[in-house]
């Protein structure tokens, strides 16, 4: 048996459930356009998973997906409209949105796409124009 903390998850209604289990990959926040766009805020708060440690325990038939670009397929509830992860298929990780797993200890770790920033965040986190090399982007850091 495993030792590794599980979290529960749902979409606005709870229609949908999911359950992540161990440690994000990575947190952080995201000031692309995308996201902030889908979130409909400033910023979106995320967490990345790999597959393997995220599941949907309820309500699978009741997600809808939107792919706007090979990088990412955004899910959603078909009942309360609840945003609830976005695969990202190039990276082989699943984003669960930090808001979505209330008692996730969520701590963030940088700032991606910090040069789309329409929220300035002087938190002492790096800031990336894009996003880290070893995910494909320049690893370039911008001032807070």
């Known amino acids: 048996m495993s030792d590794a ?12 459930q999911l359950r992540v289990t161990g440690e994000p990959e990575a947190m952080g926040y995201c000031h692309c356009e995308d996201c902030r766009h889908w979130s409909a805020g400033p910023v979106n708060a ?3 998973w790999k597959p393997e440690a995220v ?4 309500g699978a038939d009741m997600l809808a997906s939107y792919h706007r670009t090979p990088a990412s397929l955004r899910k959603w509830c078909r009942s309360c409209g609840g ?3 976005t695969e990202h ?3 082989g ?4 949105y930090a808001a979505v797993i209330p008692d996730f200890p969520f701590t963030p770790g940088i700032h991606v796409h910090y040069q789309e920033s329409v929220l300035r965040i002087p938190d002492g986190l790096p800031k990336m124009r894009d996003v880290p090399a070893e995910m494909g982007g320049t ?6």
């Open 89 to 91: 298929p190039e990276l």
């Open 83 to 85: 945003h609830v992860l």
């Open 93 to 96: 990780l699943i984003d669960v």
């Open 46 to 48: 995320f967490t990345l």
């Open 139 to 144: 690893g370039e850091t911008l001032d807070e």
């Open 55 to 58: 599941e949907v325990v309820q």
């Open 5 to 16: 903390k599980t979290y529960h998850g749902a979409c606005f209604c709870g229609a949908v």
